[in-house]
């Protein structure tokens, strides 16, 4: 058989000319002409650039080694270098990046004993809870104090206010009274599940707990009205200050302010919490095959070993400028500066991520202020280190263990 008739001519390699455009547009000095055969070098902008399940993450910030970093001894090394490239006419991965030159880095990388002297990572903070919270004792007293009295009179009076705003005629204004007992009816209702609300007032299906509580005229009446936000403050989506969670940042502020009095323990983590919902908010709402929920709200959390929660922020499709006097690290990058800007700095805290936030500007960042981060990381993110496949070290059950010389 021809292999031609099956697999068709074979198409002839051109090089690519001297006088190439491409060759000239390329910012990488050691860019030679490949020839009949074209290949893409391992520095390829398109590895650096790969993408995972949450977006397009790969592009380094900028990284500064010591000057003397070449000067100590060292069994090998590669040479640092750093290439400076114009990312304005590139796509850009968040709205606030602009037209400015990133320093492509080559890391200098060296094989080192791990061990390590435990005195200077011993944590140097303190975790005794404040008298306020050592005073609690029962679940209801935990629940006031993440739920305390200023968000009821916030849903008080905002809800007052928008019941007066919609309606002409005279309404029976909600008290603090009704809101706490609306909030325990709720989380009942999340816990004893019937096919609609009214079912806990019906006979037959009716539960004392619930209908002596409230009626369900009234407990209808508390859900229309139910606000956190004066309406009249409302922004135009087109406005520069417009926040997707408006009618209910309020209210997440003074959760907020709650968690933050919190003392963070020693060992912290971040990472995505899905937020499940049937809502269709435009921008929000997200999909995550790996979570057991895979619609929902997408919230980052700052979370100890005891599996309380410290900070959060919600992913409103709109990502802030990372914190004051901190480098812009890209998207993930910036989450972890947020949420960590509370933690104290030089008491050796332990921070651990997962490959989506970990790189190598991050850490180097996360260590000047005396934070110590231990994070899995993704290949295309550890340049100029030549690591076998994963199954080569399950078959020696060996670990690698490596450290960046003079980050």
């Known amino acids: 058989m021809d292999p031609q008739r099956f697999y068709g001519k074979k198409r002839p390699a051109f090089s690519i000319p001297e006088s190439s455009e491409d060759e000239k547009a390329s910012d990488d000095e050691t860019y030679r002409n490949p020839g009949p055969e074209i290949f893409i070098p391992e520095s390829s902008d398109d590895e650096i650039a790969s993408d995972d399940d949450r ?5 380094f910030e900028e990284i500064y080694l010591d000057d003397d970093a070449l000067d100590n001894d060292c069994d090998e090394y590669i040479p ?11 796509p850009s991965t968040s709205k606030q990046r602009t037209g400015n030159k990133r320093k492509k880095v080559k890391c200098v990388w060296s094989d080192e004993s791990m061990a390590y002297d435990e005195s ?3 944590f140097l903070g303190c975790q005794d809870l404040p008298n306020e919270i050592m005073k609690l004792e029962a679940p209801m007293d935990f629940f006031k104090f993440l739920f305390p009295s200023s968000a009821i009179n916030l849903i008080v009076r905002e809800s007052n206010l928008y019941a007066d705003q919609i309606t002409e005629s005279n309404h029976n204004e909600v008290t603090e009274e009704d809101i706490r007992k609306f909030l325990g009816i709720i989380i009942y209702m999340s816990v004893v599940h019937l096919p609609t609300t009214r079912h806990y007032w019906k006979e037959g299906t009716y539960i004392e707990k619930v209908a002596s509580a409230m009626t369900c005229n009234k407990f209808e009446e508390v859900k229309r009205f139910l606000h956190f936000f004066n309406k009249n403050d409302e922004l135009e989506s087109g406005d520069p200050n417009f926040d997707r969670l408006q009618k209910i940042r309020p209210f997440l502020n003074i959760l907020r302010e709650r968690l933050l009095q919190v003392p963070k323990e020693e060992y912290l983590a971040i990472d995505e919490q899905m937020i499940p919902t049937k809502a269709r908010t435009s921008g929000m709402r997200r999909y995550n095959a790996k979570k057991p929920h895979k ?4 919230n980052y959390v700052l979370s100890g070993a005891s599996g309380f929660s410290y900070d959060f922020e919600v992913d409103t499709g709109k990502h802030p400028d990372p914190p004051e006097n901190c480098p812009d690290l890209g998207i993930p990058g910036n989450i972890v500066q947020r949420l960590l800007n509370t933690v104290p700095q030089n008491l050796n805290y332990k921070i651990f991520v997962d490959n ?3 790189s190598l500007p991050l850490m180097a960042n996360l260590h000047k202020k005396g934070l110590l981060p231990l994070g899995t990381i993704q290949l295309n993110r550890a340049p100029n280190i030549n690591i076998e496949k994963k ?10 263990c490596g450290k960046i010389y003079h980050l």
């Open 356 to 358: 989506w936030y970990t």
């Open 120 to 122: 200077h990572i011993a």
């Open 391 to 400: 199954n080569y070290y399950e078959r020696r059950k060996r670990i690698l």
């Open 55 to 59: 977006g397009n993450v790969g592009e």
């Open 80 to 90: 640092y270098e750093t290439e400076e490239e114009d990312i304005s006419s590139k």
């Open 295 to 298: 619609w929902g709200y997408l």
